[in-house]
């Protein structure tokens, strides 16, 4: 068990080695942790209470886009989550903050700009690089701040259920999964209906994978 404050969830080596160097100029005591996917952040985060803010890699193993941010955001309602990435457009930056990032630094950034992030964040702002213009489109801002509200209302156990859903698993599967009862898997797939706000699972299915990011396109279209 560690105080640290900060973790960093990269499958990057080289960008945790930049990262922490900028967070030991920014926070005093810090004590960083590292994870290189998102199962060992999520066991990171269970074992260190003390922890305040994670910085997420985008594409890490275990990480499709946003799901791990709003999965966070499910579990862990208390921690900052700063999103990291070299796909730095200005849409997948502003999505992020809509989806309740504290920040989104690209991984071009340097030193001073990093510095800069953190400080904001922990002065409670909220941080995107100065050419990205935030809430540039209203409408889809307010559909994507709706849909992460909702997804903080599931129970942890429902966003579980809801991810296999999302995946296609019919509730028979996903009770053996996960060790219930199927008649309690209905139960939180009701649930799950009613807090999202939608008629069936496979509208259910397509909320969620709004939170994935869409595969480049082929760069000879």
């Not at 791990?68 to 997948?92: F, K, R």
């Not at 909220?126 to 307010?142: F, G, R, S, Y």
């Not at 009862?181 to 999202?196: D, R, Y």
Request: glycine content about 4%; charged content about 20%; overall charge negative.
């Amino acid at each position: 068990m560690s105080n640290a404050k900060v973790i960093i969830a990269d499958d990057h080596p080289l960008f945790r080695t930049a990262l922490k160097q900028a967070i030991v100029e920014c926070i005093e005591d810090a004590g960083t942790l590292e994870a290189d996917n998102f199962s060992e952040l999520l066991a990171a985060i269970e074992q260190n209470p003390s922890l305040e803010i994670v910085f997420l890699d985008l594409h890490m193993p275990g990480n499709n886009g946003f799901t791990g941010l709003t999965q966070l955001q499910n579990h862990y309602p208390d921690l900052i989550v700063i999103m990291v990435s070299s796909d730095d457009n200005d849409e997948t930056m502003q999505k992020a903050i809509n989806f309740g990032a504290a920040a989104f630094i690209p991984k071009s950034a340097d030193l001073s700009m990093i510095a800069t992030a953190v400080d904001t964040v922990l002065g409670g702002g909220v941080w995107l690089p100065e050419h990205v213009e935030i809430n540039a489109d209203q409408q889809t801002m307010v559909s994507h701040q709706k849909l992460a509200k909702q997804l903080a209302q599931l129970t942890p156990q429902q966003y579980i259920v809801l991810t296999q859903i999302a995946d296609g698993q019919l509730n028979k599967q996903i009770a053996y999964d996960l060790n219930i009862k199927e008649t309690t898997v209905k139960k939180h797939v009701s649930a799950i209906l009613m807090k999202l706000e939608v008629n069936n699972r496979t509208l259910a299915g397509l909320a969620y994978q709004q939170l994935m990011l869409a595969p480049p396109e082929n760069v000879n279209d």
